[in-house]
């Protein structure tokens, strides 16, 4: 079963950290990017970051200079995420795709969903 594992979340007051881990499994091959999406209340799931197997990555505008995505190998990925906000509050997943183009859409995932961790930021 192709599967991942998020964790890391936790509830921080605006301005703080938290680094997101994310693991995954069941995979027959290494050359997968990992992405990380989110899913506030009453919102659609939407994608946040994405790192390639080569290390190329991929930003929203609304986490750029905030968040940093980092991959140690091939199944185990972070996301750093600085000076949270209070519009940072959601679910956060992630998953493996065949690229970075997953995180607009433009291609499907390769793992099931997991349960996600998540991220409170209080004002």
């Known amino acids: 079963q192709r599967r991942v594992v998020e964790s890391g979340g936790g509830l921080v007051e605006a301005g703080g950290s938290l680094r997101l881990s994310c693991t995954a499994s069941g995979l027959p091959y290494d050359d997968y990017a990992m992405a990380w999406f989110r899913q506030a209340p009453e919102k659609k799931r939407e994608g946040v970051s994405c790192i390639t197997w080569t290390g190329n990555t991929v930003y929203v505008d609304s986490v750029k200079g905030r968040f940093t995505i980092s991959r140690d190998n091939a199944d185990t990925a972070y996301l750093q995420m600085d000076n949270l906000k209070p519009e940072d509050t959601a679910m956060y997943y992630c998953?493996?795709?065949?690229?970075?183009?997953?995180?607009?859409?433009?291609?499907?995932?390769?793992?099931?969903w997991g349960q996600g961790t998540q991220v409170t930021v209080s004002s």
């Open positions: 998953a493996a795709a065949p690229g970075c183009e997953v995180i607009d859409g433009r291609s499907r995932i390769l793992t099931d």
